[in-house]
């Protein structure tokens, strides 16, 4: 896959971008036959499409309000706006730029990582074979010093993800800042029993911060 985003050097998240495919298919059979001697025979490899290959998206929402950013974070922890990654299938592309004419539109303040500040961090699509979407905001309520977070295996299987959810985690636990987390499996198979789930856990919030200001 061609990338013009590796290319500037503006992501580096596809690390064995620019490695022939057959290449990789080799070295990660040979890597699996190195772990599992015992198997007597491999069939061939199978293998995929090289882009458009992946149904979830997981975009850092950054930037303002007005121009709005919808991709990953540099190592600054600044926005870097990916809406055009070839991983996606063509109607999760399709659906980046509404998604950031809504973000200001609805006036959702993107999370400032560096000053801790705003609403939204991230905006989850979901699609199916039939071009369908699921799209799913979580983000950071002041007001009540709570926020929602979304994980998945597939975010974390990224070490600098994975290290950076890892800070977010001390944050919360320094803060004391009140969080709840779901994964997007369960939002496929339970959308309405997540969102009673979250709007009872924004109440208990809501509820802890008046007895912080009554005492």
């Not at 882009?51 to 950054?62: H, I, L």
Request: charge should be negative.
């Amino acid at each position: 896959m061609q990338c013009d985003y590796f290319d500037a050097g503006a992501c580096r998240s596809c690390t064995l971008m620019g490695v022939p495919e057959q290449v990789q298919v080799a070295d990660a059979q040979q890597r699996v036959a190195t772990l599992l001697p015992s198997v007597p025979h491999w069939a061939p490899p199978a293998t995929g499409p090289a882009e458009g290959f992946r149904n979830r998206a997981k975009m850092v929402v950054s930037g303002t309000v007005e121009a709005p950013l919808l991709g990953i974070l540099d190592s600054t922890g600044r926005g870097v706006d990916l809406v055009a990654c070839g991983l996606y299938p063509p109607s999760v592309t399709a659906a980046m730029e509404p998604l950031r004419a809504f973000v200001t539109r609805a006036g959702l303040v993107p999370y400032d990582v560096p000053a801790r500040r705003g609403e939204l961090k991230h905006v989850h699509v979901t699609t199916n074979d039939a071009g369908e979407l699921v799209v799913v905001l979580d983000g950071y309520w002041e007001e009540l010093d709570a926020e929602l977070e979304i994980n998945s295996v597939e975010w974390h299987l990224s070490p600098g993800a994975f290290k950076r959810t890892t800070q977010r985690q001390r944050v919360v636990v320094l803060t004391g800042r009140s969080t709840i987390s779901v994964l997007p499996s369960e939002i496929d198979d339970d959308l309405e029993g997540i969102c009673r789930e979250v709007l009872q856990f924004l109440r208990l919030c809501a509820a802890e911060q008046q007895q912080r200001r009554a005492s």
